[in-house]
């Protein structure tokens, strides 16, 4: 059974452009989440996505946004980039079964460099 | 609001020692506890997750977990370290969200050397 699958796995922008990383899940898991982990901040929860709905959301600016298809890939953009944005981007999905006791895995991430 | 502490940045151990990575929470009601490893320039794997029953949690590469609700801990232990598991390791809990949803906090991390 694949992984979490992220792509790209590492690119660089300039301030000011928007970058869009994907995400596609384990086969049957519908939930996907995205953190930013970084070296100050460690790892910080952005959104989370169920059935195309963004269900959960995180401390973080407009400018970071995300979606979920109906074969539950997800996307996450973030525009008008600044040299902070620069991190780790990780995608994790769950099954969403009751009683709070899901595994949640994750993706090898997608590292974003701004310069 | 949940909160995790890893009050260790970093953990040095012989190879062939026992390890223990500490980890304590903060949570209203039962907590849902993971551990997760991160090697360099890779994704977070999953070791283990406490969500009820035995205290002792047994995870993957020989890892286990010891839930002690009194002291409300977590930590993270494995009888005999190999050079192999120097990585940085996370603590986690689960987040209980009035609308459900998986969402993890995580503690800061704590960078585990083992040294021949």
């Known amino acids: 059974k694949a992984g979490v699958t992220q792509t790209p796995r590492y690119l660089i922008k300039t301030r000011g452009q928007q970058v869009t990383l994907s995400c596609s899940p384990i086969s049957g898991h519908r939930s996907v989440s995205w953190y930013q982990q970084t070296p100050g901040q460690g790892l910080q929860f952005l959104f989370e996505?169920?059935?195309?709905?963004?269900?959960n959301k995180g401390n973080f600016p407009g400018r970071f946004s995300g979606r979920q298809f109906s074969n539950s890939r997800s996307e996450m953009n973030v525009s008008t980039l600044e040299l902070g944005d620069s991190a780790l981007y990780l995608c994790?999905?769950?099954?969403?079964?009751?009683?709070?006791?899901?595994?949640?895995?994750f993706g090898e991430g997608s590292w974003l460099t701004v310069v | 609001a949940q909160s995790v502490a890893q009050p260790e940045d970093q953990v040095n151990v012989a190879e062939g020692n026992p390890l223990t990575v500490k980890c304590t929470y903060s949570v209203s009601g039962n907590p849902y506890l993971f551990w997760y490893v991160q090697y360099p320039n890779r994704g977070l794997q999953f070791l283990l997750k406490?969500?009820?029953?035995?205290?002792l949690v047994k995870g993957s590469y020989g890892f286990e977990a010891e839930f002690n609700k009194s002291q409300t801990s977590f930590h993270l232990k494995k009888p005999s370290a190999l050079v192999s598991d120097s990585a940085l390791y996370f603590c986690?809990?689960?987040?209980?969200?009035?609308?459900?949803?998986?969402?993890?906090?995580f503690g800061t991390g704590t960078q585990l050397k083992v040294e021949l």
């Open positions: 986690a809990v689960r987040d209980r969200l009035t609308g459900g949803g998986n969402k993890l906090t």
């Open positions: 996505y169920f059935s195309e709905t963004q269900r």
């Open positions: 406490y969500i009820t029953g035995d205290n």
């Open positions: 994790a999905s769950s099954l969403d079964s009751p009683g709070q006791g899901n595994t949640i895995y």
